[in-house]
């Protein structure tokens, strides 16, 4: 069974930062793409940030490009997505999901539950 289990999201003042972490279970997690997306309601969701097998590329929406930083950690299955000079708009719940294709055309077969990111000001 293959489970994605996002952390560390919560309330964080505009300016401020957090990390999230997503642990994966039930996958070979070296061969899968990652990726983290996040949603508010009423609109669609959308790719933040994503990284390779191997980590040797990464990829961000223009909107946190400069302010997050997407890791992964092939030895303990985990990808992180650490997050700087929050945003008011950066608010949402944020899913990491895994996925297989060849990079950047990666399918996302796999999700997890999402954590809420809530940037006050």
């Known amino acids: 069974q293959v489970r994605l289990v996002e952390s560390g999201g919560g309330l964080v003042q505009a300016g401020g930062s957090l990390k999230l972490s997503c642990a994966a279970s039930g996958i070979t997690f070296s061969m899968y793409g990652m990726g983290w997306f996040r949603q508010t309601p009423g609109k669609a969701r959308e790719l933040v940030a994503a990284?390779?097998?191997?980590?040797?590329?990464?990829y961000y929406v223009d909107s946190v490009a400069g302010r997050f930083t997407i890791s992964r950690d092939n030895a303990k299955n985990t990808v992180y997505l650490e997050m700087n000079s929050l945003k008011l708009e950066d608010t949402a719940v944020y899913y990491c999901a895994a996925g297989r294709g060849s990079w950047p055309a990666v399918r996302y077969d796999y999700w997890g539950q999402g954590t809420q990111v809530t940037v006050s000001s």
């Open positions: 990284v390779s097998r191997s980590a040797s590329s990464t």
